[in-house]
């Protein structure tokens, strides 16, 4: 990922405790956020730079604050093609030692600590830093976050979903993905996740990304 001028000027103005420094081509600093999830859609919303009392007024309301390390460099992208992204404030550890579980547990690699946002096959070529804190690194954050206040059995049944670990969950997320395909929504329709967006703007690129790799495999 790299940044422009425009995205180092959002970065600055939305999250002024990050600081990216382009001789390391890396990101990191404090991440503050609040943020609720919508059970009715299954989704996130997270408060801009204006307060928003409905959803700060929420049952599942989380403010919180991570340290964190982004790394843009080549040598650090991860099997998703996404920048890896460390949370170096040691918060995990703690929060692993308290609900009595393995760091894995809590969805980070074990081979370099990074933390694991997601299962993806489809890789955006336009994603901007906007969208990758958004989308993946605060809703990991929040999760994790969730599970120190309530812990890890309440996150897995209050929130979304998750895969296992490793080639399982890669495996639980194409049947998933087939489920999606066998629908076969026109691409202006609603998807069938259920998102309510439009099939093209939603899963069909991910569908289509999975259905290429079954092809390889034949």
């Given at each position: 990922m790299?940044?422009?001028d425009?995205?180092?000027?959002?970065l600055?103005?939305?999250?002024s405790?990050?600081?990216y420094?382009?001789n390391?081509?890396?990101?990191a600093?404090?991440?503050?956020?609040?943020?609720?999830?919508?059970?009715?859609?299954?989704?996130m919303r997270i408060?801009g730079l204006?307060?928003?009392?409905?959803?700060?007024n929420?049952?599942?309301?989380i403010?919180?604050?991570?340290?964190?390390e982004i790394?843009?460099?080549?040598?650090?992208?991860n099997r998703?093609g996404w920048?890896?992204?460390?949370e170096v404030g040691?918060?995990?550890?703690?929060?692993?030692?308290?609900?009595?579980?393995?760091k894995?547990?809590l969805?980070?690699?074990?081979?370099?600590d990074?933390?694991?946002?997601g299962?993806?096959?489809?890789?955006e070529?336009?994603?901007t830093?906007a969208?990758f804190?958004?989308?993946?690194?605060?809703?990991?954050l929040?999760?994790?976050?969730?599970?120190?206040q309530f812990g890890?059995?309440a996150?897995r049944n209050?929130?979304?979903?998750?895969?296992?670990h490793?080639?399982?969950?890669f495996?639980?997320?194409?049947?998933n993905?087939?489920?999606?395909?066998?629908?076969k929504?026109?691409?202006?329709?609603?998807?069938?996740c259920?998102?309510?967006a439009?099939y093209?703007?939603?899963?069909?690129?991910?569908?289509?990304a999975?259905e290429?790799?079954?092809?390889?495999?034949?």
């Amino acid at each position: 990922m790299k940044l422009t001028d425009s995205d180092i000027e959002w970065l600055r103005a939305f999250f002024s405790s990050l600081v990216y420094d382009q001789n390391a081509q890396r990101i990191a600093g404090e991440l503050n956020f609040c943020a609720c999830f919508d059970s009715t859609t299954n989704r996130m919303r997270i408060e801009g730079l204006e307060r928003d009392d409905t959803i700060r007024n929420s049952y599942s309301v989380i403010c919180d604050v991570f340290e964190i390390e982004i790394r843009l460099d080549a040598d650090s992208v991860n099997r998703n093609g996404w920048p890896k992204v460390f949370e170096v404030g040691r918060r995990a550890n703690a929060i692993a030692k308290k609900c009595c579980v393995k760091k894995i547990d809590l969805h980070f690699y074990s081979d370099d600590d990074s933390c694991c946002l997601g299962i993806r096959y489809a890789r955006e070529k336009n994603l901007t830093i906007a969208r990758f804190l958004y989308d993946l690194v605060i809703p990991f954050l929040y999760r994790l976050s969730y599970t120190d206040q309530f812990g890890i059995e309440a996150a897995r049944n209050d929130l979304w979903g998750e895969y296992s670990h490793g080639d399982l969950g890669f495996m639980e997320h194409e049947r998933n993905i087939f489920h999606l395909a066998r629908h076969k929504a026109g691409k202006n329709e609603p998807c069938p996740c259920g998102s309510g967006a439009k099939y093209k703007n939603c899963c069909l690129d991910e569908v289509q990304a999975v259905e290429r790799v079954a092809r390889s495999r034949r």
